[in-house]
Nanobody, 124 residues
Framework: VQLQASGGGLVQAGGSLRLSCVVS????????MGWFRQAPGNEREFVAT????????YYADVVKGRFTISRDNVKNTVYLQMNSLKSEDTAVYYC??????????????????WGQGTQVTVSS
């Protein structure tokens, strides 16, 4: 299984970006999917997760109401729509796949496959 994240870039505070993560090697509907981020000097932290069918989602408090995770299992792609971006959202963003169907994982150790990361930089 391979995960390819894209969509990062440089954006001004208050702006928006949409990250994508394409799953290959096996259909994405086989996995719970999550997004994590890691800023320099910090540990990798949970951002959002979505169930296999897309019905259930969960967000970190710091992004709730600003970020939206979604998935299109026909396209084997998971998205992270990020609105009202803040400078503190600057980090490398990683998508990850969890084999276990439930509960939705909130820590990196619960995920089995990882993408390479995409840089998001928010200028203030």
């Amino acid at each position: 299984v391979q995960l390819q994240a894209s969509g990062g870039g440089l954006v001004q505070a208050g702006g928006s970006l949409r990250l994508s993560c394409v799953v290959s090697g096996r259909t994405s509907s086989s996995y719970v999917m999550g997004w994590f981020r890691q800023a320099p000097g910090n540990e990798r932290e949970f951002v959002a997760t979505i169930s296999r069918g897309g019905r259930n989602t969960y967000y970190a408090d710091v992004v709730k109401g600003r970020f939206t995770i979604s998935r299109d299992n026909v396209k084997n792609t998971v998205y992270l729509q990020m609105n009202s971006l803040k400078s503190e959202d600057t980090a490398v963003y990683y998508c990850a796949a969890q084999i276990r169907p439930a509960p939705l994982g909130l820590t990196p150790r619960e995920y089995d496959y990882w993408g390479q990361g995409t840089q998001v930089t928010v200028s203030s």
